[in-house]
């Protein structure tokens, strides 16, 4: 099981008591995503839906885009660094 | 939030040739929609003076996940957020902050649509500390710019106004 940092945006820290980073152990981004519902509740809901990450959000590892890699299977390593940041996108 | 970022309550001020260089952005990328940033310092809190263009990845996202994404750069405009959740913090750090993200729409209005809502608001929250500025391009020429702010404790957004001034 990984120890990974995951940075928490403003919008967010409601469900973290302010703060801006969490450390969750986790294999997949998936798992993350329980874990961390579990520690800080109703966080997930914000971020994911049963088809995955939800279009005004995005998960980071490191400098990519989850999208890119494995989605909710990327798998995880100790001292990574996951950041959630909410979606600067729209349209017509 | 708007205690010490009064840019997102709107009656903005941008210079001439900032708000040239959104739309001859807007114009180059036509039929695809535009977007990027708008930075002013942070000692004048309503004027914007430097246009910051961004690359739009909504054809890429689309490629990557149609379902998720269904909508190419033509009706959607998506950047980098990793880079610009840090050109947000240089911009604090420096002085210079971020107080408006910009697109482009294409041969329609500078409407705030329920795309751009449902993306930047959230349980009545914000979620990036900024107004907003839409252009609209009709047939390659730039119709109309607007001025759109969050309403407090909504997911609803509304028109302000934004003043071009000489720089």
Redesign the interface.
Known sequence: MAQVTVRI???LRTFTDGKDEVTIEAEKIRDLLDNLDAAHPGIKE?IADD???R??V?I?LG?E?I??LDALDTELRDRDVV?I???????? | MSGDKPWISGNLRITKEAMKAIEEEAIRCYPS?A?GFVAGPAQDPLLLDETIHEVNE?DK?HA??P???P?TSR?????N??R??RRFEEGEKSGRPIKV?Y?S??D?TAHF?E??A???A??G?????CAFIVVSVVDGKVEERRLHIHRPGTNEFEESTLEIIDG
């Open positions: 945006p403003p919008p914000r088809k995955g990450v279009r005004s995005n980071f400098e885009d999208r890119v950041s940041i909410p979606a600067i996108a729209g349209g017509l | 929609e977007c909504a996202y990557l996940d379902e998720t994404f909508r009706t959607y405009f998506k950047l957020e990793l610009a959740s993200i697109h729409h294409t329609t649509s795309e751009d449902y993306t930047f959230s349980d929250q914000l979620m990036w500390p």
